[in-house]
């Protein structure tokens, strides 16, 4: 009894500053109680937290460390040469057995590897970071200078902007891991967006950043002032969220994309998830499946013709 309040006392994190505090309280508690431990058959023992583990938690350099929901989980936290904060998820599976369950980046290499120790990990997981640097400079400079519709809450795990031109027109752009630009398109385009960006792609020079081309190519100096905001001003203040026209939602669970201005009739001022109006154009259509996964037939709302895959493009 009195050693399951010590336990409880223990385990209570809000008492320690650090991970390292924790891990020496409860090692010393290991050795004071191992006697009393080994006898209860429910107890946790020094085997089950290995010690070779702890060790490794106290001799991690230069990065923050937390548990997860149970001791053989971890969060490390490093930051990289821009102050950024990067986030990986590591799980104790045995003696030198050390597993990555996540990681808030895309495209990390060798993710499904069994790591001798988090030492290793963190050295292959900050490697992986100092490469992703101009990545995180390009999303950055798009963050800042666009009116970013989708994600809706971007971060660098997300490779790819939706960028509002107008309100009737965005830009998908998808940014490599050596900060490239690549899968370009209009969505809801208008010719003259259209005239653009067929042209910016002939002068796209790959010296300068993604943003920089974005304004040569969209021609942002003769923007009118509208534009201008629009593509300056933070997105919640200059474009409402729009509700699909078919379903009346904003978001859909487990599909992270927004409704989009797929018709392409200037007067109708409708968005429609992706996935609602492909629903409904099968439907429509007597619910056969489309000739190359594109639905056709005309706008629910203004009869336009109007054609929608379940894939963008
Ligand atoms: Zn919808
Ligand atoms: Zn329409």
Known sequence: MESKKEMRELFCFSNYKSITKFVNNLEKFFLQKKNTYL???NSIDMEQIDKTYLNEIKNVDNVNVYFGKTLEELKCVISDDGFREHEIFIKFSGPRKYEITKV?????????EVYNSINEIIDTFRNHVI?????????????????????????????????????????HIEVTPDGAAK??????????????LQKGFLTWDHDKSIIDNIISTF????FSNKHHIIL????????????CAICLC???PDNPSVPQPICQNNACGV???????????????????????????????????IACSLLEK
């Open 39 to 41: 006898c209860s058959s």
């Open 104 to 112: 808030n980046l895309p495209h990390l290499p060798y993710q499904d």
């Open 131 to 171: 490469n992703l640097s101009n990545y995180f400079f390009e999303l950055e400079q798009i963050d800042q200078f666009c009116s970013i519709m989708e994600p809706l809450h971007p971060t660098y795990k997300d490779e790819y902007r939706k960028i509002a031109l107008d309100e009737r027109t965005w830009l």
């Open 183 to 196: 899968n370009i398109y209009l969505i809801g385009q208008s010719e003259a967006w259209n005239d653009k």
């Open 219 to 222: 021609d942002i100096s003769s």
């Open 232 to 243: 300056s001003e933070p997105v919640t203040t200059m474009l409402e969220k729009q509700h």
């Open 250 to 252: 904003e978001e859909l």
């Open 271 to 305: 968005y429609y998830h992706r996935s609602c109006l492909y629903e409904w154009l099968l439907a429509s259509a007597g619910g056969r499946p489309p000739a190359f996964g594109v639905a056709t037939g005309s706008c629910p709302t203004c009869c336009h013709p």
